[in-house]
């Protein structure tokens, strides 16, 4: 009777065991994603419906906890100047509030370093500093849902937020765009870390009028350049999220646009979130004039398959269910993506506990940002990232045993601009601190911000070395919104108006005292330095952000790390030599690709260290048909004295092609070490569908029988190896 008993009991606790787990059938992990957000859609009210529409994927009811957005373009923000913490009250003023974070190089100086895995860790570690910041009982902050990456293409180096892309070629982005979505949602099969939300679908690369404008161009450019990193995001990266863009496509607000439904969500299978941008309701109303009013607009963006606003909307909302111009099916249908991340995220599960990242912030409470290992990998990335544009006569690395003082000069040497999509890093290094760190007390470092009553020639003529630091204000030099006081700064909805560097005339100053000057340029986007170029010895360029910006600069100066940073756009000799701003056609005259006038720095430029030649390409076939692939091969030798990376790049070409094709294409790339006198065989594997061009009749991707030129070097310029194949029916 006794046995009858336990069994009993052990049967009615397993059973209880069970229920716990989960109360509702969308907690039930043994169904399906569909049949598990079918019941939560048909257990929510309206009003839970309505707000779901907003960037939060809470329902409390049903007990689903709050979660939103966070910033993340190179690291997580809480803080910094667009302050991202919020504010919090003292002595009863509202102050911002600010939560440190792990601070990396902007993403254009994440696109110089071409190295994929490198960027998918930097994603890693700003995805587990939000999951530590919006778990951790002390602090809750933030959003699992990371604004990142920026998947846009710096078609023009006058954009005012060309800082936060990658770069203008959409093979590059794209690769890079992958590797920071894994880093960001993790290798777990059914987990993510955290969501990446891409931004902003689409050709959204001018900020002037940016609210009102149409980018223009056609179907072939949609699918071979703008959207092409959106579409591998989702498609390899398995992002399934994206924020749509203010601009119009074509006259038609992409807010609205009938591509975030047939093609983001039908075609390349965005089952996700589809989100304004901020305000974007309001602007389609005010600028874009596109409905008579923001009821109208508000049905339309809902029908249009997008399911979280940015701005005020349910009061519109609730007038056009009213209206009957919106329906409730309408809204399921758009929110349904919400919570298909929602249920990636782990928040639909009845049991949080099994989560594989439940533990962060949790039981593991160490806070991250201030973990060694993690800021040594910043230093690192920023050394990666440094772009060694000049280098005559070997004036760099500098030789700490042959140097007995240096002169530290320029409005960037004893700062850390901090972006406006920047965290707070919890501790900053200068460029002088980190040359000062790097020569400690055997080396005299004299330091001077600018030329005044003379100050910074003086320090110049004294020491053997001169580095000028100079480059532009993130936000130009004052927070003030659509506003920079220098027309070669620019920023979120202010384009640059120059290209010219106004602090190049301080190099200039300093050249004539001291002939061994180096000009270190901290910039978020390209200048025209053509006299710098023609006359200072040496020229690095990184760009503003990262935290340990001056120990990373100091390795390279002083040769701890041999730089091979490229180039990730083209940097043209004049502002005269791009095509109208508002050009979306690219083919006009834009990037590499169609560039009609020889460049300052080609795109994927950089010199290093050390030497390296190739040889002995070849390739698996000289033929490759239409459903096959292909593997090109080469030698790669450092025939230098010292270990140093490589970044060999291969290049396509279509010189028979009936359509107009670029001049040419990156189809690979490799960041590689490798030991001076060694060689080392780079392969890359090439699809027959990578040589495919988009067809405006068929609407498909075609591949053209015919030759193609392959071609393998450092640069797009400096291409040492060519090879032809045949593709064949």
């Not at 009615?12 to 598990?36: C, G, K, M, V």
């Not at 590797?179 to 959204?204: E, T, V």
Request: glycine letters at 8%; hydrophobic letters at 35%; one cysteine or more.
């Amino acid at each position: 009777m006794r046995k009858i008993v336990m069994l009993v009991m052990c049967i009615f606790s397993l059973n209880i065991a069970s229920f716990a787990q989960y109360i509702h059938p969308f907690q039930d992990t043994a169904l399906s994603d569909e049949e598990r957000i079918s019941n939560l859609l048909s257990l929510m009210t309206i009003d839970e419906k309505i707000n779901a529409l907003s960037t939060n994927l809470g329902v409390p009811r049903l007990g689903i906890r709050n979660t939103g957005h966070s910033e993340g373009l190179h690291g997580m923000s809480l803080g910094g100047p667009g302050n991202w913490g919020g504010f919090q009250t003292i002595n009863y003023q509202q102050v911002p509030a600010v939560f440190y974070t792990t601070t990396f190089s902007q993403a254009y100086g994440l696109g110089e370093t071409w190295d994929t895995q490198l960027i998918k860790k930097v994603a890693e570690i700003e995805a587990n500093e939000v999951r530590f910041y919006t778990q951790n009982e002390k602090y809750k902050k933030g959003g699992l849902v990371m604004r990142a990456p920026n998947a846009d293409l710096a078609r023009d180096p006058r954009w005012g937020r060309t800082e936060e892309s990658f770069g203008e070629d959409p093979f590059l982005v794209s690769q890079l765009s992958v590797a920071f979505i894994k880093g960001l949602q993790g290798d777990n099969p059914k987990y993510w870390k955290s969501a990446s939300l891409m931004k902003h679908f689409l050709a959204n690369s001018n900020e002037d009028g940016r609210d009102s404008t149409s980018s223009n161009f056609d179907e072939r450019l949609f699918h071979e350049y703008y959207a092409y990193p959106f579409q591998r995001g989702i498609e390899d990266g398995g992002s399934r999220a994206f924020m749509a863009s203010y601009n119009g496509w074509n006259g038609t607000a992409m807010t609205v646009h009938p591509v975030l439904k047939e093609i983001t969500r039908q075609q390349w299978g965005n089952n996700g979130i589809i989100c304004t941008d901020g305000g974007a309701l309001d602007l389609l109303i005010t600028s874009h004039k596109a409905y008579p009013s923001h009821v109208e607009g508000a049905a339309a963006i809902v029908k249009a398959g997008v399911g979280q606003f940015l701005d005020n909307y349910k009061p519109y909302v609730y007038e056009a269910l009213k209206q009957n111009i919106l329906s409730e099916k309408d809204i399921d249908e758009a929110i349904r993506g919400n919570f298909f991340v929602a249920l990636r995220l782990g928040l639909l599960d009845g049991d949080q506990t099994h989560l594989p990242y439940s533990n962060i912030g949790v039981t593991d409470t160490v806070s991250p940002w201030l973990n060694k290992e993690v800021q040594d990998f910043v230093r690192l990335v920023t050394a990666k990232s440094v772009v060694l544009l000049k280098n005559e006569k070997k004036l760099l690395p500098l030789d700490k045993n042959k140097i007995k003082s240096i002169a530290v000069i320029g409005p960037r040497a004893d700062e850390i601009l901090l972006d406006w999509y920047s965290g707070t890093p919890p501790y900053t290094v200068s460029i002088l601190q980190g040359i000062k760190n790097a020569v400690g007390n055997n080396i005299e470092v004299y330091y001077e911000a600018s030329n005044e009553i003379d100050k910074a020639s003086i320090a110049a003529q004294k020491a053997d070395i001169a580095i000028v630091c100079v480059g532009n204000h993130v936000y130009g030099t004052d927070p003030k919104w659509k506003y920079s006081p220098v027309p070669s700064d620019g920023r979120e909805a202010v384009d640059r108006k120059s290209l010219s560097l106004e602090q190049e005339d301080l190099v200039k100053i300093i050249n004539k005292v001291n002939p061994n000057t180096i000009m270190l340029l901290v910039s978020s986007f390209p200048f025209t330095i053509n006299w710098s170029q023609e006359n200072i010895p040496a020229i690095l360029h990184v760009t503003n952000n990262s935290q340990e910006l001056g120990n990373g600069i100091a390795d390279v100066l002083f040769g701890d790390f041999n730089p091979a940073g490229r180039t990730n756009q083209t940097w043209v000799k004049s502002i005269a030599d791009l095509p109208p701003m508002m050009d979306y056609n690219i083919r006009n005259g834009r990037t590499y690709m169609y560039a009609k006038e020889k460049p300052l720095y080609p795109f994927g430029y950089g010199l290093s260290y050390t030497d390296f030649s190739y040889s002995k390409m070849s390739t698996s076939s000289s033929t490759l048909k239409k459903a096959e692939n292909i593997t090109v091969s080469v030698n790669v030798k450092n025939t230098g004295k010292l270990n140093g990376e490589e970044v060999v790049q291969l290049y396509v070409s279509f010189p028979n092609s009936r359509i107009s094709r670029p001049i040419k294409q990156l189809k690979g790339f490799e960041r590689i070490m490798i030991e001076s006198g060694k060689t080392e065989t780079i392969k890359f594997n090439i699809k027959a569908s990578d040589l495919a061009y988009w067809d405006m009749d068929t609407h498909l991707y075609e591949i053209e029988a015919g030759k193609v030129n392959l071609m393998i070097g450092s640069s797009s310029e400096n291409i040492q190896l060519t090879q032809q194949i045949t593709i064949t029916e």
